[in-house]
C-alpha cells in the first residue's frame, strides 16, 4: 500500500516545473541536457540545503545514471563492433541474401520485423532480443527498403510494447503488479487479457495505417536494395556467415534450457556478439586481428557512448522523480518525487469507477517517465487494490491498465531516454522515433482505457 499523507514541498513543485520544462524544450526540438544540469543542481541545492548539496547532486545523478545505463551501452557497444566485422568479411551480403526472399517490399518487411521482435520478447525479454534481432534481422530489412525510422519503430512497438508490457511468458510485469495489488498473477493474465491485446493490436495497426505512406513510398526499390555482390567470396566470410545465426540461435537454445533472463539473456547475447567478432577477426585477417578487434571495439564504443552520453544527463534528472533518489541525495528520501505527485493526484481527484480507470493510465504514464517501466508498478499494483476496493471496480483491470501505461512510456516507448536500445541498433535518433510512436501509442491509450471501462 501506498502513504496517504503525502506532504508536497517546495521540492516537488521544482522537480514538477522542471518536468514541464524539458518536455516543452523536447517539443520545439532543441536539446535538453543544460536544462536537465540547471534543474538538477536546483533539486540538489533544495533537498540537500546547501550549495555544495547541489553541486554533488549534478555529478550523483549522472554517475547513477551512467551506471543505469551501462549494461545497454555495453551490449549496443559490443552488437556494433561485431556489425562492423562482419561488414569487413562481406558476411552481412551472404546473410542478406536468402531473407531477401521473404523480405520483398518495405510493408511485409515491416511485419515481419515487428512479429520476429514480439516472438523473441516474450521468451527472452526486449533487451536482449533487441540486440539479437538488430544484430542478425536489421540489415535484411533495411536492404529490403524498410527506413531504419520505420524499422525502429515496428521492433520498439512489438518488443517494448506488447510484449514487455503484457509479458505472460516470463511474467516478470504482471508479478510485480499482482504483488502490489494483492491478487494473482493468473487474474492480470486472464482478466486483463483483453486490454493487453486491444492495446497492442490497435497500436501496432495504427502505427502502421499512419506512416504506410512513408513506407510504401520505398517499395519501387526493394528490387535494387541488395548491393551488388561481392566480386570474391572468402572462406572466412562464408564461415562467419554460418556462424552468427548459428551462434544466437544457441544462446536461445541456452536460455530456454538454463531459464536465463533479463540481464543474464543480455549478458548472453553480447558475450556471443563479442566472441563472434573476435574469431571474424581471427577468420579474416590473421595476425592483424590483435589491431582488428581493438578497432571495432573502439568503433562500438564510441558509437555507444554518442548516443548515450545527453541520455545519461537526461536520464539523471529523471531518475529523481522514482527510487534512484535514495541513492542519489541519501536515505532522506525513500520515496521518488514522481511517484509522491502521482499519489497526491491519486488521493486529490474525484473518484468513480471510470475516473480510477483514468487515473491508473495516468499515474502509470507519470511513473513511466523515468525511463523505467518497472518502477511505477509497485505504486500502480496498490492503487488499484484501493481503487478497486473503493469503487467496487475490477482490480486485475485496473492493475492491467496502470501496467500497460507505465510500460508503454516507461519500458519504454515514449520517452526517449527509454528508446536508447533500439534507436541505437537502428541508427535513429530517439526523439525522432518517440514523435513516430507517440500517435499511435496514444490511440492505443484510448481503446485500451476504453476496453477497461467495459471490463470495470
Not at 284 to 297: A, C, H, I, P, W
Not at 315 to 340: E, H, K, P, R, W
Not at 343 to 348: C, I, R
Amino acid at each position: 500500500m501506498f502513504d496517504s499523507a503525502v506532504v508536497l514541498t517546495p521540492l516537488h513543485y521544482v522537480y514538477l516545473i522542471g518536468v514541464l520544462v524539458i518536455l516543452a524544450v523536447m517539443v520545439l526540438r532543441k536539446d535538453t541536457p543544460a536544462v536537465c544540469i540547471a534543474f538538477l543542481f536546483l533539486l540538489g541545492t533544495i533537498g540537500l540545503g546547501s550549495i555544495t548539496g547541489g553541486i554533488m547532486t549534478v555529478f550523483n545523478s549522472i554517475l547513477f545514471a551512467a551506471k543505469e545505463f551501462m549494461e545497454v551501452i555495453a551490449t549496443i557497444a559490443l552488437v556494433t563492433a561485431l556489425s562492423k566485422c562482419l561488414k569487413d568479411l562481406g558476411s552481412d551480403y551472404l546473410m542478406m541474401v536468402p531473407m531477401s526472399k521473404i523480405m520483398k517490399t518495405p510493408s511485409v518487411t515491416w511485419w515481419i520485423l515487428g512479429i520476429t521482435m514480439l516472438l523473441f520478447s516474450l521468451f527472452l525479454w526486449p533487451s536482449p532480443s533487441v540486440a539479437l534481432v538488430g544484430a542478425i534481422m536489421l540489415p535484411f530489412a533495411v536492404k529490403a527498403g524498410l527506413k531504419p525510422l520505420a524499422a525502429a519503430m515496428a521492433m520498439n512497438l512489438f518488443g517494448h510494447g506488447i510484449a514487455l508490457s503484457y509479458d505472460f511468458v516470463i511474467q516478470g510485469a504482471p508479478a510485480v503488479s499482482a504483488g502490489a495489488a494483492g491478487i494473482s498473477t493468473s487474474d492480470i493474465l486472464t482478466q486483463g487479457r483483453p486490454v493487453f491485446w486491444v492495446m497492442g493490436i490497435v497500436t501496432v495497426t495504427a502505427a502502421y495505417l499512419l506512416n504506410r505512406k512513408s513506407i510504401a513510398a520505398t517499395e519501387t526499390v526493394s528490387a535494387e536494395a541488395l548491393p551488388e555482390e561481392r566480386k570474391k567470396v572468402t572462406k572466412a566470410a562464408i564461415a562467419i556467415a554460418v556462424l552468427t545465426p548459428a551462434a544466437f540461435l544457441a544462446d536461445i537454445l541456452l536460455m530456454l534450457a538454463f531459464d536465463l533472463k533479463g540481464g543474464d539473456a543480455t549478458s548472453m547475447v553480447s558475450g556471443t556478439a563479442v566472441l563472434v567478432m573476435c574469431a571474424g577477426a581471427v577468420a579474416g585477417f590473421g595476425r592483424q586481428s590483435l589491431e582488428k578487434v581493438t578497432d571495432y571495439l573502439t568503433g562500438g564504443f564510441l558509437f555507444a557512448i554518442k548516443i548515450f552520453a545527453p541520455v545519461i544527463i537526461i536520464g539523471a534528472f529523471f531518475f529523481l522523480g522514482g527510487s534512484g533518489i535514495t541513492t542519489i541525495m541519501g536515505d532522506q528520501y525513500q520515496s521518488g518525487i514522481m511517484n509522491d505527485w502521482a499519489v497526491w493526484l491519486a488521493h486529490n481527484a474525484p473518484l468513480n469507477k471510470y475516473m480510477a480507470a483514468f487515473i491508473q493510465m495516468v499515474v502509470g504514464s507519470l511513473t513511466g517517465l523515468d525511463g523505467s517501466g518497472f518502477s511505477g508498478l509497485p505504486l500502480t499494483g496498490s492503487l488499484a487494490h484501493t481503487f478497486g476496493t473503493a469503487v467496487g471496480a475490477s482490480v486485475p483491470v485496473l492493475a492491467s491498465l496502470g501496467q500497460i501505461s507505465a510500460i508503454f512510456v516507461g519500458g519504454g516507448t515514449i520517452v526517449p531516454w527509454g528508446l536508447i536500445p533500439v534507436a541505437a541498433i537502428c541508427n535513429v535518433s530517439p526523439l525522432d522515433l518517440a514523435r513516430k510512436n507517440l500517435p499511435p501509442v496514444l490511440i492505443g491509450f484510448l481503446f485500451a482505457f476504453l476496453t477497461g471501462c467495459l471490463l470495470l
